[in-house]
C-alpha cells in the first residue's frame, strides 16, 4: 500500500512540474524558444511568417554576423542628414517578404571591423543655444540686422535635396544662411520668425548641400527668448576666410584638374570611378587633418576623413552635372557617404 501512494504522489508530483512548466513557458516566450532551439536545432534559422527573421529583423535585412545589408534610397530621396535622425526607405522591388516598413537594427548589433573601428572622423553639428532677456534682444535686432536675406535665389532640388525637405519658412532661412556664409558675415537676425529648435536642420540642410562653403564650419551659435524664438545666428569659418579670395582660387584649380580629366569620359559611372580613383590617390585619410570636415582638406591639403572625402566628391561630381549628395549616418560609429545619382538610379 505504501509503495502505490509512493508512485501516486510521484505521478502527481511530476504532473504539477510539467502543468507549472506549461504555464512558464506561456507566461516567458524566450523559454519557450529556448526549448524549440534545444529540441529542433535545425529550424531555429527559419522565417517566421509576415517576412520577420526569428531575430526580429526584416528578412534579407539583417546578416548572420550582425551588419547590416546596403539599402539604398529609391526614387530620388536621400537619407536624413542629421546622426542617426530619419528612417531608411526600401528599394524598389524588394518589399515583397519584407514588412511593410523597414526598421533599421539596433545600435547594439552593429558589428564594426577592427581594421576601421575609430576611424569614421566624422563630427556632427554643434550648437551653441543661449537664452537672453526681452530687453537685449531688442537692442540686439537694432544692432545687427538681417544681412543678406538671399531673395531671389533658387535651389534646384535635384541637386540640392536638403533644401527640397524643409518647409516654406525653413527655406527662407536657409537661403539667407546660404548668402551670409557666402559673403562672410558670421552675425546676422533671422529675417523671418524661426524657433530655435528648428534652426539645426536648416543650418545642416544649408552644409549639407554646399561643400562648395568650404570656409563653414560645422558649428554656429543661436541667443534665443524665452518663448524659444531665435533673435541671433553667429556662423563660424575656418582659417581659409582670412584670404577667401586666394583659398576659393587654389581649391577651384585643384578640382578643375579632376574634372577636366573626367569630363571627357562617355558615361556617368566612368566620370564617377575616375574621381573616385583620383581622390584615392591623391588624399591620405588622416584623424589629424587640418579643417578635415570639409572638400577643401581633401583637394587643398591631401589629408582629411570620411566627410572630407564625401564632400569632395559630391563638390567634383556636382561640378560634372552629376547629381551627389552628401549623408550622414551610423555604422557602428557616425560616419558619412554619398548618394548618387547614375544611368540606372541612385
Excluded at 538681417?146 to 525653413?170: C, R
Aim: include cysteine; charged fraction near 15%.
Amino acid at each position: 500500500m505504501k509503495i502505490v501512494k509512493i508512485i501516486w504522489y510521484c505521478f502527481l508530483g511530476f504532473l504539477s512540474a510539467i502543468i507549472i512548466f506549461i504555464l512558464l513557458c506561456a507566461f516567458n516566450p524566450k523559454l519557450t524558444n529556448s526549448v524549440a532551439a534545444f529540441l529542433y536545432p535545425d529550424s531555429t534559422g527559419e522565417n517566421v511568417s509576415g517576412g520577420q527573421s526569428s531575430g526580429g529583423q526584416p528578412a534579407g535585412g539583417q546578416s548572420s554576423g550582425g551588419q547590416s545589408v546596403n539599402l539604398q534610397p529609391s526614387g530620388g530621396q536621400t537619407a536624413g542628414g542629421q546622426g542617426n535622425e530619419g528612417s531608411a526607405s526600401l528599394p524598389a522591388g524588394t518589399e515583397s517578404g519584407l514588412s511593410s516598413t523597414y526598421t533599421p537594427p539596433a545600435q547594439t548589433n552593429i558589428v564594426i571591423p577592427e581594421n576601421v573601428s575609430g576611424r569614421n572622423g566624422y563630427q556632427p553639428v554643434q550648437e551653441d543655444n543661449t537664452q537672453i532677456a526681452d530687453t537685449e534682444a531688442d537692442a540686439l535686432r537694432q544692432q545687427i540686422g538681417t544681412g543678406e536675406t538671399g531673395e531671389g535665389l533658387t535651389f534646384d532640388s535635384l541637386y540640392y535635396p536638403y533644401y527640397a525637405m524643409l518647409n516654406e519658412n525653413g527655406q527662407s532661412l536657409y537661403r539667407q544662411i546660404y548668402a551670409n556664409a557666402l559673403s562672410l558675415n558670421g552675425v546676422f537676425a533671422p529675417a523671418q520668425d524661426i524657433s530655435v529648435d528648428e534652426i539645426r536642420n536648416v543650418f545642416a540642410a544649408v552644409y549639407n548641400d554646399h561643400p562648395e562653403l568650404f570656409w563653414l564650419d560645422t558649428a554656429y551659435a543661436c541667443k534665443y527668448i524665452m518663448n524659444g524664438q531665435c533673435v541671433e545666428i553667429d556662423l563660424q569659418f575656418n582659417r581659409t576666410a582670412q584670404n577667401l579670395d586666394s583659398a576659393k582660387a587654389e581649391f577651384e584649380q585643384r578640382a578643375a584638374v579632376i574634372v577636366n580629366g573626367a569630363q571627357s569620359l562617355g558615361s556617368e559611372y566612368d566620370k564617377e570611378k575616375y574621381v573616385h580613383d583620383m581622390l584615392l590617390a591623391q588624399v591620405e585619410y588622416s584623424l589629424s587633418a587640418e579643417m578635415n570636415q570639409s572638400a577643401y582638406s581633401a583637394l587643398v591639403n591631401g589629408r582629411t576623413v570620411c566627410a572630407g572625402y564625401a564632400r569632395a566628391f559630391q563638390y567634383l561630381m556636382q561640378q560634372l552635372n552629376v547629381p551627389c549628395y552628401y549623408c550622414t549616418g551610423y555604422a557602428g560609429e557616425n560616419h558619412a557617404w554619398n548618394i548618387i545619382l547614375l544611368t540606372d538610379g541612385y
